[in-house]
């Protein structure tokens, strides 16, 4: 699992500069998801959805102060019992003093700056404002200096070399436990500092500029237009800035792909290769200048979408679903644990029935076979919600076929049509051809999250926080 990392910058997704060759290797041998979402454009509440299987809201993940209730099942707690070891490997960006979630062991702890013991909130009011841009977090995209290795260079690192030193003891002792190995990986997260051999790959004057990147404030959504306040991207960066950004981006996107390639390696040179399960995806997006927008925090395709690479041993293969092949349904992040209860066989009482999401198996399965499998139906939509800086109040957002509608707490809302509006710049919701459309896709959210109460709920929590963090002093 990498982090930031927006699936158009990758080879295997279609990008024409951007290498990626580890990762499209997988992609040849694997099922590709086209249409992934995270459960929230943010690192925290995305990263305890997935290890879960739950929305955001289901477990009090607001923001990236939020602590998991050690209580709540992950990975690590339903694996365990259903007879495997668990471990992790890098970054999980967990808060609070629980490091574990029920995973057996860490082979590396997050490095301190990405976590803490009693984390405050942020605060969501109209004035609070990054002193900050993203791209210049760290004088990176303005200088790219080829100075010392960046700590997240070093880290990664770490995690690829320990990785594959658990998955070459596993190859040399066979036949122990099942076991489940979690790698978390900090780039290509910010700062926007790749080191030299990377950078000197891509240059600045090759950058395709985002059509978007220079997109008035004026002439945005209200919601738009005060995430681009809040954090500090109101002021339109110069064009040489952000080429270099967008090249220093790219080349950690290659830098991620080194160590994937280094941790697979690990996998296809032995015996591994033939009954281990890959599963490759990010957190969330990057923006990377579209709409005037750095980072993710919003429902645009480039902040929400993520990568998703299945490679399943035969032994693994449902008869009805064949690989490789594009699965073009959409799917969520909350579908990841329900994928690994059904390739682990987990059932009965260690299975959770009430999960919001489905198996990755069943979509691919229900796809190949023109829509009639067994499980949920083929067109379920996809869910996500964003409750942290500056959002004011609560956006939420459902998708379900070709349609991606957001709904704000106190504003109007925004219905897109991505793959017919690559740039999303055409929002329906002001349309009447799209007036019963907007009116479904409201209902159907609905169904699934009261709003306001939800807002409520999170800016309870997130006062609450902070109060405790100015008790202490450090907020």
């Not at 110069?238 to 690990?266: P, Q």
């Not at 609905?446 to 202490?472: F, M, N, T």
């Amino acid at each position: 699992m990498s982090d930031e990392h927006d699936p158009a910058v990758t080879g295997c997704y279609g990008h024409p500069l951007v290498r990626t060759p580890h990762v499209d290797r997988l992609a040849s041998e694997a099922l590709v998801y086209d249409n992934v979402y995270c459960a929230s454009p943010i690192c925290v509440p995305s990263r305890l959805s997935l290890l879960t299987g739950r929305y955001a809201h289901q477990i009090g993940a607001w923001d990236n102060g939020s602590i998991l209730d050690s209580a709540v099942p992950t990975w690590g707690h339903l694996l365990g019992a259903a007879g495997h070891e668990t471990v992790i490997c890098g970054r999980t960006h967990f808060n609070g003093i629980d490091r574990l979630h029920g995973f057996d062991r860490r082979l590396v702890e997050d490095l301190p700056s990405w976590y803490s013991p009693a984390p405050g909130a942020p605060s969501r009011r109209p004035e609070a404002r990054r002193t900050r841009v993203h791209v210049t977090t760290g004088g990176a995209a303005e200088e790219l200096p080829p100075g010392p290795q960046h700590r997240h260079d070093t880290y990664d690192a770490e995690v690829a070399a320990l990785a594959r030193q658990f998955l070459q003891e596993k190859a040399e002792s066979p036949g122990g436990r099942p076991w489940l190995l979690y790698c978390g990986l900090i780039h290509p997260h910010f700062p926007l500092v790749a080191p030299r051999a990377y950078l000197d790959l891509y240059d600045p004057r090759d950058v395709m500029l985002p059509a978007t990147w220079d997109e008035p404030l004026e002439a945005q959504h209200p919601v738009i237009r005060q995430l681009r306040r809040g954090l500090a991207n109101d002021v339109p960066l110069a064009e040489d800035v952000v080429r270099r950004a967008i090249a220093a981006y790219w080349a950690l996107v290659t830098l991620v792909d080194h160590h994937i390639g280094a941790i697979l390696d690990a996998v296809n040179r032995t015996p591994l290769r033939e009954n281990t399960v890959v599963l490759y995806t990010s957190d969330h997006g990057e923006m990377a200048g579209q709409h005037g927008m750095w980072q993710k925090h919003c429902f645009y395709e480039s902040a929400v979408r993520v990568p998703l690479l299945l490679r399943l041993p035969a032994r693994f293969l449902p008869g009805q679903v064949a690989k490789p092949a594009r699965v073009r349904e959409n799917a969520s992040l909350v579908d990841v644990l329900p994928t690994l209860l059904d390739l682990a066989a987990v059932s009965g009482a260690e299975r959770p029935d009430d999960l919001p999401g489905r198996s990755l198996l069943d979509t691919a399965a229900a796809e190949q076979s023109g829509g009639a499998h067994t499980g949920r139906v083929a067109t379920q939509p996809v869910f996500a919600e964003f409750h942290a800086e500056g959002m004011l109040d609560a956006g939420y957002m459902l998708k379900r076929g070709a349609y991606r509608y957001c709904h704000y707490v106190n504003e109007r809302p925004q219905l897109f049509r991505p793959e017919d509006d690559p740039e999303e710049r055409s929002d329906l919701a002001g349309d009447p051809a799209f007036t019963n459309r907007l009116a479904n896709l409201r209902r159907e959210l609905l169904s699934i999250v009261d709003p306001e109460q939800v807002d409520a709920q999170a800016k309870a929590d997130q006062a609450r926080r902070r109060a405790a963090a100015q008790v202490r002093g450090d907020g």
